[in-house]
């Protein structure tokens, strides 16, 4: 199996900056696509941001120009840096991943999501 740990997050106030990461560990053949996911109280979840295999990077509308996320493969890691923070960025954040661990067919992990709380 594929674990996927997210870390960072936190409270800060508005135009602010935070930077989460989430690292993939267990017997992984490979990963590919990343992303990070959202989800605030009473909304559904949202991507946030996609990392291909190709290493082409996809922003929700919402957050271009402020979020800027990278890949480490060597690391199997993922950052999400976000600058200029809004209330509205209030929100748990999730890891996704597409992979293959070892002797499995390939599915999509999920982190256990971590708290991104920006006030006003």
């Known amino acids: 199996q594929v674990r996927l740990v997210e870390s960072g997050g936190g409270l800060v106030e508005t135009g602010g900056s935070l930077r989460v990461s989430c690292v993939a560990s267990?017997?992984?053949?490979?990963?590919?696509?990343m992303r990070w996911y959202r989800q605030a109280p009473g909304q559904q979840r949202e991507l946030v941001v996609e990392?291909?295999?190709?290493?082409?990077?996809n922003y929700a509308t919402s957050v271009k120009g402020r979020f800027t996320a990278s890949r480490d493969n060597a690391k199997n890691t993922v950052y999400l840096q976000m600058n200029s923070l809004k209330p509205e960025d209030t929100a748990v954040y999730y890891c996704?991943?597409?992979?293959?661990?070892?002797?499995?067919?390939?599915?999509?992990?999920w982190g256990q999501g971590i708290q991104v709380t920006v006030s006003a």
């Open positions: 996704n991943a597409d992979a293959i661990a070892a002797k499995l067919n390939r599915r999509t992990y």
């Open positions: 267990g017997n992984i053949l490979r990963i590919d696509a």
């Open positions: 990392i291909t295999s190709g290493h082409s990077t």
